[in-house]
């Protein structure tokens, strides 16, 4: 069976993607199962470029075909912060209830009507070529007062999704799954992924 290598250091992104991908054809691995230690700076000014220069180094490093995501929360009302800079919003050692801390604080006051925010993700597929393709997805949602919810990672107890009227901590993986940026990302990522197959 081919391997496929998730190019994350995220065990939160490892959870979904070994369930978004499940069933095409390919052994999933990781970073650590494959033993690779290298650390890709994400030195792009986009997650395009962040994504790709995740996917296309880990593919020439493992010699495997590799999917890498980059992926942020932007809030309209900080023009779009923390957005690319997601991960290291609060440091570069922060913890996600650091994070999650900051922003609550920077939104302090904003009433809710004005709290909108979108998760993004662009996942990169490469071959160990170069080749590489990009595929995106979004999820909209409004930023709450307080945390809530156990699940998910990142800034998941603090995104309210309105049609659900839960956070997306309160939600079981499945449904997140089934809605998240992620998730959209990951229906052109199988297509692309079903292709190399052939
Ligand atoms: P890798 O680069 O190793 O994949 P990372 O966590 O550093 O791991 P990113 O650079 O893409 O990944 O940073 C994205 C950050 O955005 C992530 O650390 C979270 O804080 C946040 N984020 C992304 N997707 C999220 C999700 O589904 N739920 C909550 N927060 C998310």
């Not at 998240?180 to 692309?192: C, D, G, L, N, T």
Request: aromatic fraction near 6%; hydrophobic fraction near 40%.
């Amino acid at each position: 069976m081919l391997k496929l290598l998730l190019a994350t250091s995220n065990p939160g992104k490892i959870s979904e993607y070994r369930v978004l991908l499940d069933g095409l054809g390919y052994r999933m691995t990781t970073l650590a199962e494959e033993g690779i230690t290298r650390v890709v700076p994400e030195s792009g000014s986009n997650y395009e470029e962040n994504a790709q220069l995740k996917a296309i180094t880990y593919a020439k490093l493992s010699q495997l075909i590799t999917l890498a995501d980059d992926s942020g929360l932007e809030v309209d009302v900080l023009n779009g912060e923390p957005g690319v800079q997601s991960a290291r919003f609060a440091g570069e050692t922060a913890t996600d209830a650091e994070k999650v801390s900051l922003l609550l604080a920077k939104l302090n006051s904003v009433p809710w009507e004005q709290r909108t925010a979108r998760f993004k993700c662009v996942i990169a597929i490469a071959t160990p070529e170069g080749y590489s393709e990009l595929c995106y997805g979004e999820c909209q949602g409004i930023i709450t007062t307080g945390a809530k919810g156990e699940n998910g990672f990142g800034y998941d107890p603090i995104f309210f999704l309105p049609e659900a009227g839960k956070t997306m901590a309160e939600l079981p993986l499945e449904i997140k799954n089934q809605i998240s940026h992620r998730a959209r990302a990951s229906q052109q990522a199988r297509q692309i992924l079903q292709r190399h197959l052939i």
